[in-house]
């Protein structure tokens, strides 16, 4: 029976299962998170300032919602345009939030199972 319940929460975690796909808070953010993409292509200095307002605002929803994984490469991802504009304090802040919100999601996950 324990390996039956570990197999089912292993599989609901490696195909990304989540109770959240339905909340209107995580299609807000992956609304964020489609607009912060398109803003990051476009390569101007204006473009990356708002998406990383784009990758912030989709962060701040999948936190609120526990969705800490998403929330984890939103967040490294607005880290890596402050390196692009050689904004290296915050990059480095963004970095170590990203670290902490994974690391959340581990012990959220570890919980699950």
């Known amino acids: 029976m324990n390996t039956l319940l570990m197999c089912l929460c292993l599989t609901f975690v490696i195909t990304g299962y989540s109770s959240n796909e339905t909340d209107p808070k995580d299609s807000e953010a992956r609304?964020?998170?489609?607009?912060?993409?398109?803003?990051?292509a476009k390569w101007t200095k204006a473009s990356f300032r708002q998406a990383i307002?784009?990758?912030?605002?989709?962060?701040?929803?999948?936190?609120?919602?526990?969705?800490?994984?998403?929330?984890?490469d939103a967040t490294l991802k607005s880290g890596e345009i402050h390196f692009l504009l050689s904004e290296y304090p915050q990059a480095l802040e963004r970095f170590q939030s990203a670290e902490s919100l994974a690391?959340?999601?581990?012990?959220?996950?570890?919980k699950e199972c």
């Open 31 to 40: 609304q964020a998170l489609a607009n912060a993409e398109s803003l990051r």
């Open 53 to 72: 307002e784009q990758y912030d605002k989709a962060a701040l929803l999948w936190i609120s919602i526990s969705d800490f994984s998403n929330a984890s």
């Open 103 to 110: 690391r959340s999601e581990e012990r959220r996950v570890g």
